[in-house]
C-alpha cells in the first residue's frame, strides 16, 4: 500500500507539472488578440499554420480554461478568464450559421464567416458545454440561457426531428445510431446538472434514457463494443456494423460511470468496468508495439479507415481518465496498473520537445511497416489539442493519495 501511495503521488507531480507546461504553450500562442478565439492549427514551435477556427476546438477551448480557472487554485487569474470571455464571445457572435437559427458551423474564418457545416449535434454540442462553463464562472445569465435553450435544441433534434440537421433521409441508407450521439448527450445532462438540482432534476429521464442507448453497443453475449447499432439496438451487417473504436468505448465507460456514480447503482458500475473499461482495452491495445489502436473490426478483419492501427494521444487519454476514475470509485488496484500501463506509454511516446505541446507519435503494425514513422512535416507527429491533453492530468491531480 505504501509503495502505491508513493507512485501515485510521483505521477501527481509529474502530471501537474506537465499541466503547468501546456498551458504555458497554449496561453502563449493560441490567442487571437485581432478577432477573438483561439488558433489551434500550431507547430512544435507555437507558429499558426493554419488560422481556420473549428467550432468544436473553440468550445472546448473555453470550457477548458474555464474548468480549470473554478477548479484548480493556481489557474484562478484573471488572464484565463479574460481569454475565456473572449472565446465565449467570439462563439456567439460566429458560431451560429443563420441566427437566429441555432444550427453551427463546424469551421470558421479566422474573422468568424462559415465555412462549413456538419449535419451532425457536436458543434452545437461544444458551444452549449462552453457558454455553460462561461456562466459558472461569470456568474451572466446570458451564457446559461445560451447554453440551456442550445441543449433543447439539441434533445429535439436526436429525439424528434433530426431535419433541422440538414441531413437527408435517403432510401438505401441504413437506419444506425452511433454510440457518439448518445454519448455527448450524456455527457451535456452531466455538464448542465452538475451543482444545479433545478437541471439535474429537468434532465433525469435523459441521463437514463441516454445511458441505456449507450449499453445497447454492447453486443456479442457481452464480448464486443460496437461502435454502432440499429436504431432497435441490433447488430448491423457489414463493416458499419463491425467497426469499433477502443477509445471512444473507454471514453463511454468514464460517462457511464460518473452516471453511475450520481445515481448510486452500483451495478451499473461493476458492468461499466468490466465492459466499457476492461474489454476495449484488452482487444485494443497492441501486444506487439503498446498503445491502444484507432479503429479496429470486430471480426478481425481488416478495418475500412486507413489510419485504424495510428496511435494517436486522444485515446490514450480517454483510457487514463477511465482507469483513474473507476480506480476512485472502485477501489481496484487493477485499475490504477493500467493506468500507469496507459500512461507510461504515452508518456514516453510524447514528443513535446520542451515546447509544452503534446506530438505523439504513432506506431503501426510491424506487418505494415510503421515500426514508430512518425508522421507530419519534418518528421513532426501530429499535434494535439489543449482539449485532450489536461483532462487526464485534472483526473490525477486532484486524487486523494
Known amino acids: 500500500m505504501e509503495k502505491e501511495r508513493e507512485t501515485l503521488q510521483a505521477w501527481k507531480e509529474r502530471v501537474g507539472q506537465e499541466l503547468d507546461r501546456v498551458m504555458a504553450f497554449w496561453l502563449e500562442h493560441s490567442h487571437d488578440r485581432e478577432h477573438g ?79 462549413k457545416v456538419q449535419r451532425s449535434i457536436f458543434s452545437e454540442c461544444f458551444y452549449t458545454m462552453a457558454m ?51 454519448m455527448m448527450l450524456l455527457c451535456l445532462v452531466e455538464q448542465l446538472g452538475e451543482e444545479d438540482e433545478e437541471l439535474a432534476g429537468r434532465y433525469a429521464q435523459l441521463g437514463h434514457w441516454c445511458a441505456r442507448r449507450i449499453l445497447q453497443h454492447v453486443q456479442r ?8 447499432v440499429s436504431e432497435d439496438g441490433e447488430e448491423l451487417s457489414g463493416c458499419l456494423g463491425r467497426h469499433q473504436n477502443p477509445g471512444h468505448a473507454l471514453e463511454a465507460g468514464w460517462f457511464l460511470l460518473r452516471h453511475s456514480s450520481r445515481s448510486g447503482d452500483a451495478k451499473l458500475q461493476a458492468h461499466v468496468i468490466d465492459t466499457f473499461l476492461l474489454l476495449p482495452f484488452r482487444s485494443g491495445w497492441d501486444a506487439d508495439h503498446g498503445g491502444l489502436f484507432y479503429f479496429q473490426d470486430a471480426d478481425g478483419l481488416c478495418p475500412t479507415q486507413l489510419e485504424w492501427a495510428m496511435k494517436l ?24 496498473r493500467l493506468f500507469y500501463q496507459v500512461a507510461e506509454y504515452t508518456f514516453r511516446q510524447v514528443r513535446g520537445g520542451g515546447s509544452g505541446q503534446p506530438f505523439l507519435p504513432r ?24 482539449f485532450h491533453h489536461p483532462p487526464p492530468l485534472l483526473g490525477v491531480v486532484p486524487l486523494q493519495v
Not at 440551456?148 to 441508407?173: C, F, K, N, T, Y
Request: charged share 25%; proline share 6%.
Open 221 to 228: 453475449d457481452g464480448q464486443a463494443v460496437l461502435e454502432n
Open 37 to 115: 478565439g483561439f488558433f489551434t492549427c500550431l507547430g512544435r514551435d507555437g507558429r499558426v499554420y493554419d488560422d481556420l477556427k473549428y467550432v468544436w476546438l473553440q468550445g472546448r477551448q473555453v470550457w477548458m480554461y474555464c474548468r480549470l480557472y473554478r477548479k484548480l487554485e493556481r489557474f484562478h487569474r484573471p488572464e484565463l478568464l479574460d481569454a475565456a470571455k473572449a472565446g465565449g464571445e467570439f462563439l456567439l457572435r460566429h458560431a451560429r450559421v443563420a441566427p437566429p437559427e441555432k444550427k453551427c458551423a463546424f469551421v470558421l474564418t479566422r474573422d468568424g464567416r462559415p465555412v
Open 363 to 386: 506506431r503501426a503494425r510491424a506487418r505494415l511497416g510503421g515500426g514508430g514513422k512518425k508522421l507530419g512535416r519534418d518528421g513532426e507527429a501530429h499535434p494535439v489539442h489543449l
Open 313 to 336: 494521444w486522444w485515446p490514450h487519454s480517454e483510457a487514463m481518465i477511465a482507469f483513474l476514475m473507476g480506480y476512485s470509485e472502485s477501489g481496484d488496484p487493477a485499475l490504477l
Open 132 to 182: 455553460n462553463e462561461l456562466w459558472r464562472v461569470t456568474a451572466e445569465a446570458r451564457y446559461q440561457s445560451e447554453a440551456v435553450e442550445m441543449m433543447d435544441q439539441i434533445v429535439h433534434w436526436v429525439r424528434e426531428d433530426p431535419s433541422g440537421l440538414g441531413r437527408p433521409q435517403l432510401p438505401g441508407a441504413v437506419a444506425s445510431e452511433s454510440m457518439a450521439v448518445p
